[in-house]
């Protein structure tokens, strides 16, 4: 069983940064792509950013585009989501998801393994 582990959340005010780093336990886990996903308070949780793990393709939800940098380190089998200029909007659980065959899926619905999350709370 593939287990995600997230870390990098925190409390930070606005128009600050963090970074969220994800690694896979398995060295030779090799899923087609990895995303970001999150769920503020009293909302639907919903996309953030995708990677292909072949060729880092990505993909990011209009509401973080120019803001947030998704990236991988193959290495490492770690995923990072670089936050810039964070808003109360961005206050969410952030979790990392593992699609093991889609290659930049349309919907949480093909991503197989998920992390437990991290929380990013964003002050105003």
């Known amino acids: 069983q593939v287990q995600l582990v997230e870390s990098g959340g925190g409390l930070v005010q606005t128009g600050g940064s963090l970074r969220l780093s994800c690694t896979a336990s398995?060295?030779?886990?090799?899923?087609?792509?990895m995303g970001w996903f999150r769920q503020g308070p009293g909302k639907e949780r919903e996309f953030v950013a995708q990677?292909?793990?072949?060729?880092?393709?990505?993909d990011y939800a209009d509401s973080v585009k120019g803001r947030f940098t998704i990236a991988r380190d193959k290495t490492k089998n770690t995923v990072y989501l670089q936050m810039n200029s964070l808003e109360p909007d961005d206050t969410a659980v952030y979790y990392c998801?593992?699609?093991?065959?889609?290659?930049?899926?349309?919907?949480?619905?093909?991503?197989?393994?998920w992390g437990q999350g991290t929380q990013v709370t964003v002050s105003s």
């Open positions: 998801a593992a699609s093991a065959s889609s290659y930049r899926p349309m919907g949480s619905n093909q991503y197989d393994y």
């Open positions: 398995e060295r030779t886990f090799s899923s087609a792509t």
């Open positions: 990677i292909t793990w072949s060729d880092g393709a990505t």
